[in-house]
């Protein structure tokens, strides 16, 4: 990483903390290993290996008839929507909630040398601070899948709860890596606005944003890619989407038309990642 | 904006074009997704509300029902070891394979390129990167599903599904730090005549190993939020125990489960960013 310049001499790092980390780790495998009951045996070349392949001979071949392909084609873009509108949904809540735990636009940093808020005033910034890195830790820390239970609970069957259900927890991941984007922006930059006399939201406008920029729509870009993945699989609750065709699929034992679905997520998946490759190419 | 020596800006269409196909994707998948923001203010949405957040609060802390829930915990954990374990035995391989300056070309192939070795690199390496763009784009959600119908409900079907999808995406990461590695070490000991192995052991593989096991830890991470929510399908771990309460009603047991797995993932959080912060 940025090594401190101002090391004089490496210090050899003691070699036996590695040997202990990798024990730990292999006691840690071992336990996990009996604790999950599997046998990696019977994986290779036994009874478990038999199912899996008959299983999967199952799937072929994909089903290519006319309604299927209709049914995955409607999928994959209900699917799309649900991701692209629920991406945008999170950047939307991250935003504001990221600001409000940018610290140095609060309370501290170069921007208060020497008058920072007291009293009262700091108190309501700090208070601002901890309110909204608590919201972006409950929205971030209960998965999409519960956030989808929750809303098809509230507002009904359909995509729309799966795109409520992205926009809150992207909102709370993406709102946790906009702020340590903000929290490590060039600060010369503010402290020459400042010393123009520009306000706090110019500094914000001209010296905070400009550098974060770039950052924020690769991280939002690369969310998308993440939650195309999950919207593809919102409607195992009843979000709509492929997953509730692959629901279907499963429980009414159509391996064929299944295959022909996952190929379709397969396209859907492919298909963003480029999209956002390039974009990110383009505008990074 | 825009000093006296910037370049002349040059129009372009780019910016424009990404606007209007901006636009134009949003409104439709508002329409295909039935956004309707009316449902959210809607009286009985905000009853439904209420009578979850009644029913969760307060978090159910009897002893009977934590002892329950030790069990899928441990679990959860379990199936995130395993599953990332099985992830870097696949991926591992894989990545290998689907590295080019392993593969084919670069500073390890100088004299081979010559003599057509492509020839028997070139497919090997096509093969394993269409193998890892397949595991990796299916969620490992999917995966679980369809391996909870081929070996049936548990933890099993959950550490395949692991293994698989993230085989898929260590394969490609791994591919990646191996491609770019600083290739000066590795000229300077094909200069001193150093053989094709050892070139790999002492130019490549300490480049690439910390950036691999960082990664990897990463992966675990993740892993464990993947093993909690795969319960969902059927394959073991809090997620099933959280599915099942949500399906009862019971919503003061799903905070509780909640709060558990928040604690499950912070903790793997610290410890893997510690080790991290000491390789990097």
Same mark, same amino acid.
């Given at each position: 990483?940025?090594?401190?310049?101002?090391?004089?001499?490496?210090?050899?790092?003691?070699? *036996? %903390?590695?040997?202990?980390?990798?024990?730990?780790?292999?006691?840690?495998?071992? !336990?996990?290993?009996?604790?999950?009951?599997?046998?990696?045996?019977?994986? #290779?070349?036994?009874?478990?290996?038999?199912?899996?392949?008959?299983?999967?001979?199952?799937? $072929?071949?994909?089903?290519?008839?006319?309604?299927?392909?209709?049914? /995955?084609?409607?999928?994959?873009?209900?699917?799309?929507?649900?991701?692209? &509108?629920?991406?945008?949904?999170?950047?939307?809540?991250?935003?504001?909630?990221?600001?409000?735990?940018?610290?140095?636009?609060?309370?501290?940093?170069?921007?208060?040398?020497?008058?920072?808020?007291?009293?009262?005033?700091?108190? &309501?910034?700090?208070?601002?601070?901890?309110?909204?890195?608590?919201?972006?830790?409950?929205?971030?820390?209960?998965?999409?899948?519960?956030?989808?239970?929750?809303?098809? $609970?509230?507002?009904?069957?359909?995509?729309?709860?799966?795109?409520?259900?992205?926009?809150?927890?992207?909102?709370?991941?993406?709102?946790?890596? $906009?702020?340590?984007?903000?929290?490590? &922006?060039?600060?010369?930059?503010?402290?020459?606005?400042?010393? *123009?006399?520009?306000?706090?939201?110019?500094?914000?406008?001209?010296? #905070?944003?400009?550098?974060?920029?770039?950052? $924020?729509?690769?991280? /939002?870009?690369?969310? !998308?890619?993440?939650?195309?993945?999950?919207?593809?699989?919102?409607?195992?609750?009843?979000?709509?989407?492929?997953?509730?065709?692959?629901?279907?699929?499963?429980?009414?034992?159509?391996?064929?038309?299944?295959?022909?679905?996952?190929? %379709?997520?397969?396209?859907? #998946?492919?298909?963003?990642?480029?999209?956002?490759?390039?974009?990110?190419?383009?505008?990074? | 904006?825009?000093?006296?020596?910037?370049?002349?800006?040059?129009?372009?269409?780019?910016?424009?074009?990404?606007?209007?196909?901006?636009?134009?994707?949003?409104?439709?998948?508002?329409?295909?997704?039935?956004?309707?923001?009316?449902?959210?203010?809607?009286?009985?949405?905000?009853?439904?509300?209420?009578?979850?957040?009644?029913?969760?609060?307060?978090?159910?802390?009897?002893?009977?029902?934590?002892? @329950?829930?030790?069990?899928?915990?441990?679990?959860?954990?379990?199936?995130?070891?395993?599953?990332?374990?099985?992830?870097?035995?696949?991926?591992?391989?894989?990545?290998?394979?689907?590295?080019?300056? @392993?593969?084919?070309?670069?500073? @390890?192939? +100088?004299?081979?390129?010559?003599?057509?070795?492509?020839?028997?690199?070139?497919?090997?390496?096509?093969?394993?990167?269409? =193998?890892?763009?397949?595991?990796?784009?299916?969620?490992?959600?999917?995966?679980?599903?369809?391996?909870?119908?081929? =070996?049936?409900?548990?933890?099993?079907?959950?550490?395949?599904?692991?293994?698989?999808?993230?085989?898929?995406? @260590?394969?490609? =990461?791994?591919?990646?730090?191996?491609?770019?590695?600083?290739?000066?070490?590795? +000229?300077?000991?094909?200069?001193?005549?150093?053989?094709?192995?050892?070139?790999?052991?002492?130019?490549?593989?300490?480049?690439?190993?910390?950036?691999?096991?960082?990664?990897?830890?990463?992966?675990?991470?993740?892993?464990?939020?993947?093993?909690?929510?795969?319960?969902?399908?059927?394959?073991?771990?809090?997620?099933?125990?959280?599915?099942?309460?949500?399906?009862?009603?019971?919503?003061?047991?799903?905070?509780?489960?909640?709060?558990?797995?928040?604690?499950?993932?912070?903790?793997?959080?610290?410890?893997?960013?510690?080790?991290?912060?000491?390789?990097?």
């Amino acid at each position: 990483m940025t090594g401190g310049g101002a090391r004089v001499a490496a210090v050899p790092r003691p070699r *036996t %903390a590695g040997w202990l980390t990798a024990a730990a780790f292999v006691v840690l495998l071992v !336990w996990s290993y009996r604790g999950t009951q599997i046998d990696l045996g019977a994986l #290779v070349g036994g009874e478990a290996m038999r199912q899996i392949g008959g299983y999967l001979a199952k799937l $072929f071949p994909p089903d290519l008839s006319a309604p299927t392909l209709r049914a /995955a084609g409607v999928g994959a873009v209900e699917t799309f929507a649900i991701s692209f &509108v629920g991406s945008l949904l999170a950047v939307l809540i991250a935003f504001p909630l990221a600001l409000a735990t940018d610290r140095s636009l609060l309370y501290r940093g170069v921007l208060y040398e020497g008058r920072p808020p007291a009293g009262a005033r700091r108190a &309501v910034r700090v208070g601002v601070y901890a309110g909204a890195k608590a919201v972006l830790n409950v929205l971030r820390t209960i998965p999409e899948i519960v956030w989808a239970l929750l809303f098809v $609970f509230m507002v009904g069957l359909g995509p729309f709860p799966g795109v409520l259900a992205l926009g809150f927890h992207t909102g709370g991941v993406l709102g946790k890596l $906009f702020g340590e984007v903000l929290e490590d &922006v060039d600060p010369r930059p503010l402290e020459a606005l400042q010393s *123009t006399g520009a306000s706090r939201l110019r500094i914000l406008l001209y010296g #905070v944003l400009p550098q974060a920029m770039p950052q $924020f729509v690769a991280y /939002a870009l690369y969310r !998308w890619e993440v939650n195309i993945r999950a919207a593809a699989i919102m409607g195992l609750v009843g979000a709509g989407g492929l997953g509730q065709r692959i629901h279907f699929a499963i429980s009414l034992f159509l391996e064929r038309e299944l295959l022909t679905l996952i190929l %379709a997520i397969y396209v859907i #998946v492919t298909l963003v990642d480029a999209l956002s490759a390039y974009l990110r190419s383009k505008l990074v | 904006m825009g000093g006296f020596d910037s370049p002349p800006m040059r129009w372009s269409a780019f910016p424009y074009l990404l606007a209007a196909a901006f636009a134009l994707t949003l409104a439709a998948s508002v329409r295909v997704a039935n956004v309707d923001p009316r449902l959210l203010v809607d009286p009985e949405s905000l009853g439904n509300v209420a009578r979850f957040v009644r029913g969760m609060w307060p978090p159910k802390l009897a002893p009977d029902f934590l002892q @329950l829930m030790v069990r899928p915990a441990i679990e959860t954990v379990q199936i995130s070891v395993v599953g990332t374990a099985i992830a870097i035995v696949i991926g591992f391989p894989l990545g290998l394979l689907a590295s080019s300056s @392993l593969m084919w070309r670069g500073v @390890l192939h +100088e004299q081979r390129v010559q003599r057509r070795r492509w020839l028997v690199g070139l497919p090997g390496y096509a093969v394993a990167r269409a =193998v890892l763009s397949v595991l990796r784009a299916i969620p490992e959600y999917v995966w679980a599903f369809v391996f909870v119908r081929a =070996v049936g409900l548990g933890p099993f079907p959950g550490v395949l599904a692991i293994g698989v999808a993230y085989g898929g995406m @260590l394969g490609k =990461v791994y591919s990646e730090i191996l491609e770019h590695v600083d290739p000066r070490p590795l +000229e300077t000991l094909h200069a001193s005549g150093a053989t094709r192995t050892g070139v790999i052991l002492y130019g490549l593989v300490p480049q690439a190993l910390p950036t691999f096991v960082s990664y990897t830890l990463y992966r675990w991470e993740c892993a464990i939020r993947a093993s909690a929510i795969l319960g969902f399908v059927g394959a073991g771990g809090l997620g099933q125990q959280i599915e099942l309460s949500m399906r009862m009603f019971q919503f003061d047991e799903v905070l509780t489960l909640l709060m558990m797995l928040f604690v499950l993932v912070a903790a793997v959080d610290v410890v893997s960013a510690r080790i991290r912060a000491r390789l990097l």
